[in-house]
């Protein structure tokens, strides 16, 4: 029933060939790339709000936390009745998967800055805008990089569940069709493929988050 | 309750009033969203009927299952990998990205494995969640400070010793929200193999309310389903807050 | 407390470079001690400490002063067998240290290790509860040891809610429960204000003398070297090794009134004689 490793990338090797295949993989990359850049962009901006202004960030976290913990599958109902079976639909269930972790992220940066550094700015008589670009973007720095690191992984589950269980397309579509007619060695070397690529984006991502981390200012 | 528990309480009724007056004004469809009261309504009487009461104890029994199976083997994972820090290392882009890929894609190797029964879904949710418990721990026992470790040894305690008297409780803010995100992502592996394959659940009685366009006892159905799963985390985080409190100055 | 004015004080005496005594009755001895750490990543490995000998005879309390960076914490470390040395020996009570801490022997660090989860009883309790003590008598003992230190109003506090110098008198009781016959001290009051410092200092010398215990405490203070000590230790910049030995010949019955006395500031002068040159080689060299 189950395959050779041997055996399994040398499938994998056709299957990279393979003119469907291909099309999965832009399929999923459009749509996850849309994910990313409305999970990112969002989250940063909620993030630096929440953070920014205590009261709100108070009322919030809670929310978030709470929004971070549902399990998300069970909406693809909902996300379905409203997106349709299309682009949209898995580019939104990407999205709110993503969102919350960057936004969690951002807020306890922002927030964790030791007010210090704002009496020292103060000090040397600098703007808001130089405020934020040279003391809170650097100080904040290794929290965002590291929300901006879960945000991607979990977008790109959000954008494979959502193809999966809400669309006709990309790279979890073929997974569910491979379940369904129960294609193991297909279905082996689909994952394998997502564990690379997800693996070597996440090693990238995890360097850079180290790298940050360890320039990274004030005590943690 | 603080000024930001008021606001909070407030924020979340208008949030409920607005979606409540949306569905019934009809700027939302019916059809695609029953009004928040038709949806507790819907949950009262599926709960009241007994109707369902076999898949949701089925569904939280298999979570059970999987979240303890995952705690105790994540804790062990977590040993292992802070007692070698090489293959921590080795293991770090893995652990890292391990959440980007949906491990329960592999859920029809495991019904080949153990047939078509709640088990399977044990496992899928297993291997979903343990990683959780895992990074949870080994980030636990790494955060506890050296000085409590050179302490220790000063005592002359025993390695057994350390690890119960002094790793533990340093690291036990870290094991609890190991904990709660292991709860959370059984979830997800359970409830996502009742949605892929499975006779039974509430993951399964979800789609099946889908596909046959009773509206509104899917959203009782998942409506009961989420207000379980944000009580479980509730309680959890509550206990972890008390927690911090105590070891934080 | 008593004697702080009549204090027989001879001039300090100069002793050479080594500060090993005569053998026979030494409590702790050191010989020919030396540590080295590995160099990392291609670098030379870099010499920490040594070669040094020392001698400590019971009941004696002694204090090591050095530049930052001289090796001061590591001496600690391998004399309560926290870490092994690279070459030499080190014996307590004549037996060899050897990569575990003996039995009898406490340490009290710099850096607060206060268990955050366990009351200030627990706290104090911890060590003897991990050998097994019957209950009756872990009370007793921590009931004494919480009375020495002035903390007997706050068992049941958690060290979250105690100041700094509190939470460090928790570590010293949670050391004296255990009986220790040396006890090692790695600048103990580092973190603590001025005034606190010299309080503490005095807590210390009555712990001393009712406990009859061997103390080493090692300090970057002159001062503290030069009031709490009967002899000083005083370290070179790295490796370290000692310079300067001096007797302070104070008292047993003493405290930190003797800052008055014009011996006290002829020794913390002695000291700074030395030390100044070696500090500013440690901080040309700093990183």
């Not at chain 3, 540590?35 to 291609?42: D, K, L």
């Not at chain 3, 406490?106 to 200030?120: H, I, K, M």
């Not at chain 3, 007997?152 to 100041?163: E, I, K, T």
């Not at chain 3, 203070?221 to 005083?234: C, F, K, P, Q, T």
Request: glycine content about 10%.
């Amino acid at each position: 029933m189950l395959t050779g490793p041997v055996e399994t990338l040398t499938y994998l090797g056709g299957l990279l060939a393979d003119h469907e295949f291909q099309l999965g993989v832009w399929e999923t990359a459009r749509a996850f790339g849309l994910a990313l850049a409305i999970a990112w962009g969002s989250g940063l901006v909620i993030g630096l709000l929440l953070g920014a202004h205590r009261l709100t960030g108070e009322v919030a976290e809670p929310i978030l936390t709470a929004l971070y913990s549902v399990p998300k599958i069970t909406l693809y109902p909902v996300i379905l009745l409203f997106f349709g079976l299309g682009l949209s639909a898995r580019v939104a269930f990407g999205a709110i998967h993503g969102v919350v972790p960057v936004a969690l992220f951002t807020m306890a940066a922002v927030r964790g800055v030791p007010p210090v550094y704002f009496r020292t700015a103060r000090s040397l008589r600098l703007g808001p805008v130089a405020t934020a670009r040279h003391i809170l973007l650097p100080a904040c720095l290794p929290g965002i990089v590291s929300g901006l690191r879960i945000g991607f992984s979990l977008t790109l589950l959000g954008v494979l569940i959502g193809e999966m269980f809400a669309s006709q397309r990309g790279l979890g579509h073929m997974v569910i069709r491979a379940m369904e007619t129960n294609d193991v060695r297909l279905l082996i070397a689909l994952a394998l493929f997502l564990v690379a690529v997800a693996t070597g984006a996440g090693a990238l991502l995890l360097a850079l988050d180290r790298h940050v981390g360890r320039r990274g200012a004030g005590p943690r | 309750m603080s000024r930001a528990g008021l606001i909070r309480t407030g924020v979340i009724v208008a949030a409920l009033a607005a979606l409540e007056a949306a569905c019934r004004t009809g700027l939302i469809d019916r059809f695609s969203l029953s009004p928040p009261s038709e949806m507790a309504i819907s949950a009262a009487r599926i709960l009241a009927s007994g109707e369902y009461t076999r898949d949701i104890l089925a569904t939280f029994a298999t979570v059970a299952a999987a979240a303890a199976l995952s705690i105790v083997a994540g804790f062990g994972l977590g040993v292992v990998l802070y007692r070698f820090p090489r293959l921590k290392r080795a293991a770090d882009p893995f652990l890292a990205s391990y959440y980007a890929v949906p491990s329960f894609i592999f859920y029809p190797l495991f019904i080949v494995l153990f047939g078509l029964n709640r088990w399977p879904l044990v496992a899928v949710a297993f291997v979903f969640a343990v990683v959780a418990m895992a990074i949870a721990s080994v980030d636990g026992f790494l955060s506890v400070r050296p000085i409590l470790l050179r302490t220790a040894a000063s005592l002359r305690l025993t390695r057994a010793q350390t690890l119960r008297h002094v790793i533990l409780p340093a690291a036990a803010p870290y094991l609890f929200t190991g904990v709660k995100l292991t709860v959370v992502y059984a979830f997800i592996g359970v409830v996502a193999g009742e949605f892929i394959l499975s006779g039974s659940g509430l993951g399964y009685r979800i789609a099946f309310a889908y596909q046959s366009f009773e509206t509104a006892t899917m959203y009782g159905l998942m409506l009961i389903l989420l207000t379980a799963v944000v009580s479980v985390n509730m309680l959890l985080w509550a206990r972890e807050r008390r927690l911090h409190a105590r070891l934080t100055r | 407390m008593t004697g702080g004015a009549a204090l027989s004080r001879p001039e300090p005496a100069r002793t050479g470079g080594s500060a090993a005594g005569a053998a026979g009755a030494a409590h702790v001895r050191v010989r020919g001690l030396t540590r080295v750490y590995p160099g990392a990543g291609g670098r030379p490995p870099l010499k920490a400490l040594g070669p040094l000998d020392l001698d400590l005879a019971p009941g004696e309390f002694f204090s090591v002063v050095g530049p930052s960076g001289c090796g001061k914490s590591t001496l600690l470390d391998v004399l309560a067998g926290l870490s092994a040395a690279s070459a030499g020996s080190v014996s307590f009570e004549g037996r060899a240290v050897t990569g575990q801490v003996p039995d009898g022997v406490g340490v009290v660090f710099q850096e607060d290790s206060s268990f955050p989860w366990l009351s200030v009883f627990d706290n104090a309790a911890f060590g003897l509860r991990r050998l097994k003590t019957p209950e009756a008598e872990v009370r007793a003992r921590v009931a004494e040891a919480l009375g020495l230190i002035g903390l007997s109003g706050f068992a049941d506090a958690f060290p979250a809610q105690l100041s700094g110098g509190m939470r460090q008198r928790v570590c010293i009781a949670r050391t004296l429960v255990m009986r220790p016959r040396l006890i090692l001290l790695d600048e103990p009051f580092g973190a603590l204000d001025q005034q606190t410092k010299l309080l503490m200092g005095d807590e210390l010398l009555r712990l001393w003398r009712e406990t009859g215990a061997t103390i080493l405490l090692i300090t970057h203070s002159l001062d503290e070297a030069a009031l709490l000590s009967d002899r000083i230790g005083v370290m070179s910049a790295r490796p370290g090794r000692f310079i300067d030995l001096i007797e302070t010949g104070w008292d047993r019955e003493r405290d930190s009134r003797i800052a008055a006395d014009p011996g006290f500031g002829a020794i913390t002068a002695r000291i700074w004689s030395q030390l100044r040159e070696e500090s500013l080689k440690a901080m040309r060299a700093a990183p």
